[in-house]
């Protein structure tokens, strides 16, 4: 069955760090344009970070550059969201996703390929 399933996501203070993890079953994460995306309530959901295929080129939305990391595992059927200093309006569910080629870091350039269903992340205090 492939199926992308991510973990990590928790109740946190302004400030706390967190890492997300996305593991892949039924296929590898080999060849394949990665994400992050969130949704918050009552927004759409928005790209947070995507990297290549090639892992040569990384894309950040200006919110998060310089807090988040976006990585592969070594495992190479995982890869994780680094989410540093979080902030209140980081509260969102975030998904993982993957594609045959990243066109843009968006949904609708993500939205022909494999969806987690989503982890809660909620920074507050």
């Known amino acids: 069955q492939v199926q992308l399933v991510e973990s990590g996501g928790a109740l946190v203070q302004p400030g706390d760090s967190l890492r997300l993890s996305c593991t892949a079953s039924?296929?590898?994460?080999?060849?394949?344009?990665l994400g992050w995306f969130r949704q918050a309530p009552g927004k759409e959901r928005e790209g947070v970070s995507c990297?290549?295929?090639?892992?040569?080129?990384?894309y950040y939305s200006e919110a998060v550059k310089g807090r988040y990391t976006i990585s592969r595992g070594n495992a190479k059927n995982t890869f994780y969201l680094q989410m540093n200093n979080l902030k209140p309006e980081d509260t969102a569910v975030y998904y993982c996703?993957?594609?045959?080629?990243?066109?843009?870091?968006?949904?609708?350039?993500?939205?022909?390929?494999?969806w987690g269903r989503g982890t809660q992340v909620t920074v507050s205090s």
């Open positions: 039924g296929f590898p994460l080999d060849n394949l344009a």
């Open positions: 996703a993957t594609e045959l080629y990243l066109q843009s870091c968006t949904p609708s350039d993500f939205r022909l390929g494999t």
């Open positions: 990297i290549s295929k090639s892992l040569d080129y990384t």
